[in-house]
């Protein structure tokens, strides 16, 4: 078997080819994990693909440490520039290969499902530069502590200087990562990530290069490794040099379904529609009459100011993502909203028993026996009588005025509905009387 410095071309074949496997696997796997569920956008495959880095960049430091310990140990006399760099190149390769499969079969996925947007090179770029400072990383642990636990600490010890520059601050720009949190409805910054792309190679450049020159003691090393550090240098400033990102919603050109009621999305969640209308339609209903009446549902950006306002008869709502439940939750927080919050125990369980109505869900009971009788009292009215109850008491609803009074109590006095009040099941007198 032919030996290269020590190590066979064989093993670094072998090894090639279980690293590649490897960073595939862990690149999907972590990529799908950050993917939002149910969501089709072009952006959303780039923030997956560089989130996979998380995983996939320690490995791919471990790996290069691997390498640069059995090629320390192994190498015998002085190097020139290019057996030096030979092998750190050749890692660089495989696991930048490993990336763009993993992008290869994202992308494929995403053109099968119609994505909306467009896909960002620059993104992707980034991705690749981020990996490839991982590597270079490993790669000079690795050769200045030639010990088998090195591979190790090296893969240990990028993963937490990154997730630690990730954390905050003004130095999580230069991490290779995406803004945080990620939001469907903010354009991704191409220029951000063409300026992190640039740091991130040059860094990695002047590393590799410096490395060399220190090692071969040859200039033209050296005069690489200042070329990269200015470029590095160029691309800092530029990124530092962006305005803050605010957030602002995009013009969107929504999908809607327009039947029973209206129901607008993302482009990228329209798959959701079905759903959210069926959620929202029993909840237009039962508020029809009163002043939270709404004919049209719109989704909005949670981080973007202004958010909740909305013109008379649309609401906005806020759908992360389109895991399993995911109606239910937007239903669930919309009708949170219609009320402010009770700070005593006693309000409090009044105002859940309206709020399970309006979901839809199964009248509470409560620990307390006022909370028993009114869910009691509730539950024998039909569902107009309901509806014209909530007409009567909206106010005394949203502002958790609500009390025994208004579940069959005898001294409350209505004031007038503007519809005509349901007679109250057989038995039992009507609330106000």
């Not at 030096?84 to 996925?109: C, D, E, M, Q």
């Not at 993104?123 to 590597?135: H, K, P, R, S, W």
């Not at 508020?287 to 909005?300: D, I, K, Y």
């Amino acid at each position: 078997m032919r030996e290269h410095r020590g190590v066979s071309r064989e093993e670094l074949k072998h090894s090639a080819v279980i690293t590649v496997t490897v960073l595939m696997v862990l690149g999907l796997v972590a990529a799908w994990s950050v993917l939002i569920p149910g969501v089709m956008v072009w952006d959303n495959i780039v923030v997956a693909v560089i989130g996979s880095l998380r995983l996939t960049g320690p490995v791919a430091a471990a790996f290069a440490a691997w390498v640069a310990v059995r090629k320390r140990r192994a190498t015998r006399g002085e190097l020139t520039t290019w057996r030096a760099l030979k092998a750190p190149l050749a890692i660089l390769a495989v696991v930048v290969g490993s990336f763009g499969a993993t992008v290869l079969v994202l992308t494929l996925r995403a053109v099968l499902s119609e994505q909306a947007g467009r896909l960002l090179p620059s993104g992707l770029a980034m991705g690749a530069a981020g990996l490839a400072l991982y590597v270079v990383l490993g790669w000079i642990v690795g050769w200045g502590v030639p010990y088998a636990i090195t591979p190790l600490l090296a893969g240990t010890g990028t993963y937490a200087l990154f997730s630690w520059i990730t954390d905050g601050g003004w130095a999580d720009r230069l991490a290779p990562a995406t803004p945080q949190p990620y939001d469907l409805f903010q354009d991704l910054s191409a220029g951000s990530f063409l300026y992190q792309t640039m740091w991130l190679v040059g860094i990695s450049a002047a590393l590799l290069f410096g490395w060399a020159a220190a090692l071969t003691r040859q200039p033209l090393a050296l005069a690489a490794a200042m070329v990269a550090v200015l470029a590095a240098g160029t691309g800092v400033a530029r990124l530092l040099a962006e305005p803050p990102v605010v957030p602002v919603a995009r013009n969107v050109v929504y999908s809607c379904q327009e039947w029973p009621i209206t129901v607008c999305v993302h482009p990228g969640m329209r798959g959701g529609l079905t759903e959210l209308g069926s959620a929202f339609t029993g909840i237009a209903a039962r508020l029809s009459g009163t002043p939270a009446a709404f004919q049209r549902v719109e989704q909005r950006s949670r981080l973007t100011p202004g958010g909740e306002d909305a013109a008379r008869g649309v609401i906005p709502i806020h759908v992360d993502d389109l895991d399993t439940g995911y109606a239910d939750r937007a239903a669930a927080e919309f009708v949170e909203r219609l009320s402010r919050p009770c700070t005593e125990a006693v309000a409090s369980g009044y105002r859940a028993i309206v709020a399970a109505w309006l979901r839809g869900e199964p009248l509470p009971a409560g620990p307390l026996a006022e909370h028993q009788n009114a869910s009691a009292w509730f539950s024998g009215l039909s569902e107009e009588q309901r509806r014209e109850w909530l007409r009567m008491f909206y106010a005394d609803f949203a502002n958790c005025r609500l009390s025994t009074n208004h579940f069959g109590g005898l001294a409350y006095a209505p004031r007038p509905s503007p519809t005509p009040l349901m007679p109250a099941p057989p038995g039992m007198p009507p609330p106000g009387m």
